[in-house]
């Protein structure tokens, strides 16, 4: 079976840009979650995806916003972008994020924001 | 409301020494706890995970955890470290019936030859 896979892997934006990133899940997973990872941070949850909508959200600004499809492949939008968006991006499918289903994490897109 | 403290932002140990990387966690309804493991650049692997069906669990790479409820506590260790365990591990929770998960800030392992 194939991994989680995330696309770009790497991605550089000036400010004020907007950008996509895109998660493909494991087939047969349905939820998809995203998380913001930085040095100082950690992994901070931005949303998770089940069925099309949005089941659970993280405390972000709404420059941030995220779909699924109904294949339950995922992309994220981060508008006007800041400095302080640069980290790296995970993405997270699991069966259905409930009980013990663990998540499984794609490699992630570096963004870089300049 | 779940969550997990991470004591230790990072750990060095020799190389053959004891892993102890230590997680307490919070959580008002029984909780579900995961071990993960990133490597440099990389997603976070799964190294194992409390499911309630026995309290000392075997993952990977010869790591295991013991859920301790009295200390509410999930600590992970391995008897001999290794230079490939390297790396930086996360501690991770969700209570029952819940869709989120909540990580701990992680901890970085480094071992030393």
């Known amino acids: 079976k194939a991994g989680v896979t995330q696309t770009p892997r790497y991605l550089i934006k000036t400010r004020g840009q907007q950008v996509t990133l895109s998660c493909s899940p494991i087939?047969?997973?349905?939820?998809v979650s995203w998380y913001q990872q930085t040095p100082g941070q950690g992994l901070q949850f931005l949303f998770e995806?089940?069925?099309?909508?949005?089941?659970n959200k993280g405390n972000f600004p709404g420059r941030f916003s995220g779909r699924q499809f109904s294949n339950s492949r995922s992309e994220m939008n981060v508008s006007t972008l800041e400095l302080g968006d640069s980290a790296l991006y995970l993405c997270?499918?699991?069966?259905?994020?409930?009980?013990?289903?663990?998540?499984?994490f794609g490699p992630g897109t570096r963004l870089t924001v300049l | 409301a779940q969550s997990v403290t991470q004591l230790g932002s990072h750990v060095s140990v020799s190389e053959g020494a004891l892993v102890l990387l230590r997680c307490n966690y919070s959580?008002?309804?029984?909780?579900?706890l995961f071990w993960y493991v990133q490597y440099p650049n990389q997603g976070l692997q799964l190294l194992l995970k409390y499911t309630s069906a026995a309290t000392l669990v075997k993952g990977i790479n010869g790591f295991e955890a013991e859920f301790k409820k009295s200390e509410t506590s999930f600590h992970l260790t391995k008897p001999s470290a290794h230079m490939s365990d390297a790396a930086e591990y996360f501690c991770?929770?969700?209570?029952?019936?819940?869709?989120?998960?909540?990580f701990g800030t992680g901890t970085r392992l480094k071992v030393l030859a």
């Open positions: 959580s008002s309804v029984p909780p579900y």
């Open positions: 997270a499918s699991s069966l259905d994020g409930r009980d013990n289903n663990e998540q499984f």
């Open positions: 087939s047969g997973h349905r939820s």
């Open positions: 995806y089940f069925s099309e909508t949005q089941r």
């Open positions: 991770a929770v969700r209570g029952q019936g819940t869709y989120k998960y909540i």
